[in-house]
């Protein structure tokens, strides 16, 4: 059976995404790639640390996006929730809104009622997980062409995964650039990119999928790193790398709002 053209146009996006590295690549690929397959008006999205009662941002991107809205879903213990991110939480679902619909009993009318103040019309939004289950990232799509549906649904369902790896990619990138002054002159820009991965807990698979290289290329920047650090194992290495410098603690950046 052959792919419909909505089909092969996500799966060009997909591969797309795979080249992207940093905030601004990405930014302009949902501006103009995305536009082709899932046209919005406007755009949120980011990581956080999940809590009980909402999600700590560490890292935001938005498009057209109103912040004294965003502003507004801040609450008093300083983490940020919407009804449609709420939702999400509790059900991992994509979800769908449209302000002119109406609202049914579970619905936050106080929040609804700031939602079409806004003027962002509508929300298309998923997120996912990273495997601790303690952060995740969430993508948010608004003012988008009525009425909303499957064709918006299936697309998120299938593009989420992929977003949700470029926004990591793209974070880590902006810690190790971050971080370069003062790192171990030694290591290559890609070794330190893989040992950060390395002090969050991942295994090498998952480092060559988040990175988008070979299973054997991260074994051997892994190795190179391990005879640069004069160490024998990764958790030593990951030991001297916290001791060196080399790494610091995944904290949420106060600079940036949140979902």
């Not at 795979?18 to 930014?27: H, L, M, P, S």
């Not at 938005?62 to 009804?83: E, H, M, R, V």
């Not at 009993?105 to 601790?132: P, V």
């Not at 369902?157 to 926004?167: E, G, I, S």
Request: hydrophobic content about 45%; charged content about 20%.
């Amino acid at each position: 059976m052959t792919a419909s053209a909505d089909e092969t146009a996500l799966i060009h996006l997909m591969e797309s995404l795979g080249q992207i590295n940093t905030g601004e690549a990405f930014i302009s690929w949902v501006q103009n790639d995305l536009q082709m397959v899932f046209p919005h008006g406007a755009f949120i999205c980011g990581v956080g640390r999940v809590h009980r009662t909402g999600v700590a941002p560490a890292k935001l991107f938005t498009s057209n996006f109103p912040l004294d809205y965003l502003q507004s879903l801040k609450q008093p213990d300083g983490l940020y929730l919407s009804a449609a991110m709420k939702n999400w939480l509790a059900s991992g679902e994509v979800q769908l809104l449209d302000s002119e619909w109406p609202a049914d009993a579970s619905m936050d009318i106080a929040w609804l009622e700031r939602f079409k103040a806004s003027g962002l019309q509508n929300i298309a939004a998923h997120g996912a997980y990273d495997l601790s289950r303690q952060y995740a990232s969430y993508f948010s799509f608004h003012q988008i062409p009525r009425p909303l549906g499957e064709g918006h649904r299936y697309p998120l369902k299938l593009l989420v995964p992929y977003l949700h790896a470029a926004l990591l990619r793209i974070l880590h990138k902006i810690k190790a650039d971050a971080r370069a002054v003062r790192t171990d002159r030694t290591l290559t820009a890609r070794e330190l990119e893989v040992l950060t991965w390395v002090c969050d807990g991942k295994t090498s698979a998952e480092i060559a999928a988040i990175l988008g290289i070979s299973l054997s290329t991260v074994r051997n920047q892994i190795q190179s790193t391990l005879v640069k650090l004069r160490v024998n194992t990764r958790s030593q290495a990951v030991a001297k790398a916290i001791k060196k410098g080399l790494v610091v603690n995944r904290q949420p950046d106060s600079q940036f709002g949140g979902f």
